[in-house]
């Protein structure tokens, strides 16, 4: 490595974080840890290894092509794609033994016409998303069909939380989806069916003391199945929402280029959008938005240099940014601080932390992209999960 810009993961903080999540969800619970997108930016393939070395049973993509890449890996999990698909992926889902979730009556054809054995599918419904999934008053023409179905067995259906965050409340929008969903698997239930929807908001709503102590809340009447996407990579989908103990898994981290001392008047990077008023001195980084730092955090963002929280000044490059960094240095001997360590987020070796929810404050966006934004030319270094 010629350049010291990585994202470390942190294997260990992975693993509580699962068991965090079972321990909410109980002894039995359906648990589909979500390592789509390259397991949100942290490693498909590594994690989802992890995962199945600490007990998890089912992973879930969104791709069919990130499916065959863990098959290909060695996964021996239940592997749900997410995706839809048509007669080709349908093959290609029913060679590499992984499970469809189903979304479309075209899609249930496609599957029937590839299939010489029995085939599993999860199929899911549109409770006010909008986005995937059959209308709920399909439903029991959905069970008349599985009923004569040869080759297509129905093991599970579904919904997805679009404000999974108000999942604690009785009359958000996520219990009005809760309700839909209890109607339509009334039509199942007595097939053998289960039922899954709770994403990080919904699971994280359920920790909650109030919901966890009232028997009848929403959340409590079924067994919802889990698929956790966010809380798994260690952070929580609200700040509200606290009864986990979560630990961010990727530290995004960089080592300084070189520093710079600047007089009064002089600018830094393209536009000359900063300008120095007095003496600074200025920490150039080689990590920029071609690595996945959003450039809108440009002048606005922070980052941890030297255990302190440094204002990114200018604007951000493809390659590099620069950091204010006149306060921590101040009279000392800058030579100490040539190869200081950058957090752009997580920990530093001494433990503080700079959380991935702060960058996503300051470049108005979700913590979610944060992390998924972490670029390919990033190389992910793993640490902890000795088995
Ligand atoms: C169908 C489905 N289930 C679960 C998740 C996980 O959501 P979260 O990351 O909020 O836990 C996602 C992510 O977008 C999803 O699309």
């Given at each position: ?38 397991a949100?930016?942290?490693?498909d ?133 809760a ?93 000359a ?12 980084v ?51 601080f ?17 959380s ?32």
């Amino acid at each position: 490595m010629f350049r010291r810009t990585f994202a470390e993961i942190n294997l260990d903080h992975l693993a509580h974080n699962f068991f965090e999540i079972k321990k909410v969800g109980g002894e039995g619970r359906f648990i589909c840890p979500m390592v789509k997108a390259n397991a949100y930016g942290h490693g498909d393939v590594d994690l989802a290894k992890h995962l199945e070395n600490v007990g998890a049973t089912h992973l879930g993509v969104c791709l069919i092509e990130e499916g065959l890449l863990l098959r290909n890996h060695g996964m021996k999990s239940k592997i749900l794609v997410f995706r839809g698909f048509d007669k080709q992926g349908a093959q290609k889902i029913f060679d590499a033994q992984m499970t469809p979730v189903v979304s479309t009556w075209d899609q249930l054809s496609a599957l029937e016409s590839v299939a010489d054995e029995t085939i599993k599918v999860h199929v899911k419904f549109n409770t006010g998303m909008n986005r995937l999934g059959f209308a709920p008053q399909e439903a029991e023409k959905l069970r008349t069909y599985f009923k004569n179905s040869k080759k297509l067995k129905l093991k599970a259906i579904l919904s997805h939380f679009y404000c999974g965050e108000d999942a604690v409340s009785t009359s958000g929008l996520s219990a009005q989806q809760a309700k839909i969903m209890t109607e339509v698997f009334s039509y199942f239930k007595d097939d053998g069916v289960f039922a899954h929807l709770l994403n990080s908001g919904g699971i994280a709503s359920l920790a909650e003391a109030s919901v966890k102590n009232d028997p009848n809340h929403f959340l409590n009447k079924e067994n919802w199945g889990f698929r956790p996407g966010l809380m798994l990579y260690g952070y929580s989908p609200d700040a509200n929402l606290k009864a986990m103990n979560l630990k961010p898994v990727m530290t995004f981290k960089s080592v300084v280029n070189n520093i710079r001392q600047l007089q009064p008047g002089e600018t830094v990077s393209y536009g000359a959008t900063w300008k120095a008023d007095k003496p600074a001195t200025i920490a150039v980084v080689p990590v920029g938005y071609a690595d996945g730092v959003h450039r809108l955090l440009s002048n606005r963002g922070v980052a941890m240099f030297a255990g302190q929280q440094v204002p990114i000044i200018g604007r951000i490059c493809m390659d590099f940014l620069m950091l204010d960094v006149t306060n921590v240095v101040k009279d000392k001997n800058i030579q100490k601080f040539n190869e200081e360590e950058v957090i752009l987020f997580g920990y530093d070796q001494n433990g503080n932390f700079l959380s991935a929810d702060v960058t996503a404050k300051a470049a108005e966006t979700i913590t979610w992209e944060v992390l998924t934004a972490v670029g390919e030319r990033v190389p992910r270094h793993y640490k902890g999960g000795q088995a």
